[in-house]
């Protein structure tokens, strides 16, 4: 009688204990594909997270190739700077307005890019005259040692068609700017957009130097001259136009500009001159071409007559159009015509 009854109980129990699994089986099963919904759905909140997102948009701040964009606003009495930039947060920039060729800063300030890379600056009219409005990223000015870790202690790192290079105590700094020309009296784009320069030359930096494409305008009050080389960006060259003359440094894509008093002159050429051994040229400008130029060579290769110096020499010959002429004999005839009436009289 105990075998019967203990074998009923065993065959209970495991009646009871199969039944249990088989519940907790159809249990897991049918909350498995809630459980994969979730994880799906999971899946697409963090894609489209907000977080995410604006690191999406700001993931372009940073970037060694420096991007300007946005517009001055001219008012009754000041300019109004709105701009974007994909620099760092923080980083500092300096806003000028320059008259007298350059020569005189009539206003500036500093402020300071946002998080989003945009900035603003209001800066004073000059109210009359020709003017540059000039927005300049640069490291001969305070920035943030995050900043200069960034970019580089002397912006070396700075790449793009708004950088330049430019002289800090002998030494050669990169910085970003934005020029833009104000004119008085006419409609002015004051839109901030990046300057066009030319492919480099296959002889870029060659000492076999050339000096080519020279045009020559004038407005009866300035002889504006532009041109092109394969001299390194920062070479200074000189031009000269009898007494009256100008220097320059070359562009980073090896045009230059020049801008000098105008002059009628007769017989007379204007000769550019790029002379490595003079003291205002770079250092590495002196490197590239030599202490006492010996390294150039070419047509326009001219021995110094007084040193063991050599430079570069390049002469365009100008003739006045006849417009000129004809003007000039005009305003004689009516000097001549004035003197002989104060005589008679």
């Known amino acids: 009688m105990l075998n019967k009854y203990t074998g009923s109980i065993l065959v209970f129990l495991t009646i009871v204990f199969l039944a249990a699994c088989g519940s907790t089986s159809s249990e897991e099963l049918a909350a498995e594909p809630n459980g994969t919904e979730e994880v799906e759905s999971t899946g697409t909140e963090e894609t489209e997270s907000p977080v995410e997102a604006e690191e999406d948009t700001n993931a372009y701040l940073g970037d060694y190739e420096i991007d300007f964009k946005g517009e001055v606003i001219e008012e009754s009495d000041s300019f109004i700077v709105k701009g974007e930039s994909n620099l760092l947060p923080g980083a500092r920039l300096t806003g000028e307005v320059v008259v007298d060729d350059g020569e005189t800063v009539f206003s500036d300030t500093s402020e300071l890019v946002q998080d989003d890379g ?46 330049y290079k430019h002289s800090v105590f002998n030494n050669v700094y990169k910085k970003a700017e934005v020029i833009l020309t104000y004119e008085p009296n006419t409609t002015n784009d004051l839109t901030i957009q990046a300057p066009e320069w030319n492919e480099l030359p296959e002889d870029y930096g060659d000492p076999r130097v050339w000096i080519e494409d020279v045009e020559i305008t004038d407005d009866g009050e300035f002889f504006y001259v532009h041109g092109k080389s394969n001299l390194l960006e920062g070479s200074e060259i000189v031009i000269e136009y009898r007494y009256n003359r100008d220097r320059t440094r070359v562009l980073p894509d090896g045009t230059f500009q020049f801008k000098l008093d105008y002059e009628y002159l007769e017989d007379y050429d204007f000769v550019i001159t790029f002379t490595p051994s003079s003291h205002t040229q770079w250092n ?16 326009l290769v001219v021995q110094d007559k007084y040193s063991d110096r050599q430079y570069i020499e390049k002469v365009i010959p100008y003739e006045h159009d006849e417009s000129e002429q ?20």
Do not use: C, W
């Open 118 to 163: 945009s900035f603003y600056m209001e800066l004073e009219h000059h109210q009359y005259g020709e003017a540059e409005i000039i927005i300049r990223f640069d490291f001969d000015s305070v920035q943030e040692d995050e900043i200069k870790r960034h970019y580089g202690e002397e912006g070396q790192n700075l790449e793009g068609p708004f950088v």
């Open 284 to 299: 590495e400008i002196v490197e590239a071409y030599g202490q006492k130029g010996q390294k150039l060579v070419g047509n």
């Open 326 to 345: 004809e003007s000039i004999n005009h305003q004689n005839d009516e000097e001549t015509l004035d003197e002989e009436t104060s005589d008679d009289e």
